[in-house]
C-alpha cells in the first residue's frame, strides 16, 4: 500500500463517505484508527458523519501529542485523517516522518482549496508528500463536474468557517470564475 495518499474534493464530493468505505476494506488486513480535528464540528462529537446517512465512530484530536497518543494507544497501522485542510502543517509533517520511520499508511481526506480558491496550508503539505492523489468531484448545479466550494454566506474576511451547510455550494470551473 502506499504510506501517504489524499483523496481530495470540494464540499459534498463524499469525501466522508469514501473514508467510511475504506475503513471497512481496510480493517479486514490491518488496524485502521479513524481521526478528524476537534476544529470541524459538521460530524456530531466522537464520529466522522457523511451526509449520505453513514456514520463511524472516531477520536477526536486537539494537537499533534493528543493525535500520537492515539494511534500509540491503538497500535495504528493505518491512520485515516477527515477534514485534513485543518491539521496544522506541524502535524502533517509529522505524520509523514513517522510513516517514514515505520510502516504506518496515513490517508488525508480533505478540501484542497477554499472559497477562495486558495489551496490551504495543510493541503500544500499533504500534496507534496503525498505518492497518491486521488480527487473527487461533486455535482454543480449547472450540472458539471464540481471542483469548487462556492461560500455565499457572510465571511467578514475569515476563510475558516465551519459548518454553514446551506451557505456552501460544489461549483464547476466555470461557475466558480463566474461568481468570482
Ligand atoms: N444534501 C446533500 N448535499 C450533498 N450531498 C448529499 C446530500 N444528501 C446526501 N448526499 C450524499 O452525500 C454525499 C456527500 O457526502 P459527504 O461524504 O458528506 O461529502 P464530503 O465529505 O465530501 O463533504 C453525496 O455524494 C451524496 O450522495
Ligand atoms: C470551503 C470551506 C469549507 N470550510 C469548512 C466547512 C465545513 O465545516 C468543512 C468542510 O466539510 P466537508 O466535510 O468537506 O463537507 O470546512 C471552511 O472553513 N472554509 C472553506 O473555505
Given at each position: 500500500m502506499t504510506p501517504i495518499s489524499f483523496i481530495y474534493g470540494p464540499m459534498k464530493s463524499g469525501k466522508t463517505a469514501r473514508l467510511i468505505g475504506d475503513f471497512y476494506a481496510l480493517s479486514e488486513h490491518y488496524k485502521v484508527t479513524v481521526v478528524r480535528p476537534?476544529?470541524?464540528?459538521?460530524?456530531?462529537?466522537?464520529y466522522v458523519k457523511s451526509r449520505n446517512g453513514s456514520e463511524l465512530q472516531c477520536k477526536v484530536f486537539a494537537s499533534t501529542d493528543q493525535l500520537l497518543s492515539i494511534m500509540n494507544a491503538s497500535g495504528t497501522e493505518v491512520l485515516l485523517v477527515d477534514?485534513?485542510?485543518?491539521?496544522?502543517a506541524e502535524t502533517v509533517k509529522q505524520l509523514i516522518r513517522l510513516s517514514l520511520n515505520t510502516a504506518l499508511q496515513v490517508r488525508f481526506y480533505g478540501l484542497m482549496t477554499d472559497y477562495l480558491g486558495n489551496i490551504f496550508e495543510a493541503s500544500e503539505t499533504i500534496t507534496k508528500f503525498s505518492q497518491k492523489l486521488e480527487p473527487l468531484f461533486a455535482n454543480c448545479h449547472c450540472g458539471k463536474p464540481a471542483q469548487f466550494t462556492q461560500f455565499t454566506g457572510?465571511?467578514?474576511?475569515?476563510?475558516?468557517?465551519?459548518?454553514?451547510d446551506e451557505e456552501y455550494f460544489p461549483v464547476c470551473t466555470h461557475c466558480f470564475l463566474e461568481a468570482c
Open positions: 476537534s476544529i470541524d464540528t459538521r460530524s456530531p462529537d466522537g477534514e485534513a485542510q485543518f491539521l496544522p457572510e465571511s467578514n474576511g475569515r476563510t475558516i468557517i465551519v459548518g454553514h
